[in-house]
């Protein structure tokens, strides 16, 4: 499977999970910051607090080109994660 296939994958299982979690009571909006609160948890055990904060940095610009945005989501669900590798 390549790259994109297999970011194709984590998003829609990820999404499903969310909206199941969402389907169970829980609100969107604790959904949303739980799973960002666990991504960067698990970036910050991966990759230490420093390498994470530079991967951070770079979202903001990310963000405001559209990497995350619908238009860019079409094709990959979305998985454009900021990876270690982008930092």
């Keep these: ?9 984590a998003a829609k299982k990820i999404l499903t999970a ?10 969107a909006e604790v959904v949303k910051l739980v799973t960002l609160s666990a991504a960067v948890t698990n970036f910050v055990n991966d990759y230490g607090e420093d390498a994470t904060a530079g991967i ?27 990876g270690a590798d982008d930092a």
Excluded: C, W, Y
């Design 1 to 9: 499977m390549d790259e994109h296939q297999q970011r194709d994958v």
């Design 18 to 27: 969310m909206q199941e979690a969402i389907d169970e009571g829980a609100s």
């Design 56 to 82: 951070l940095e770079t979202l903001p610009e990310k963000v405001r080109n559209g990497a995350f945005s619908q238009r860019s989501a079409e094709g990959d669900g979305g998985a454009d994660t900021g």
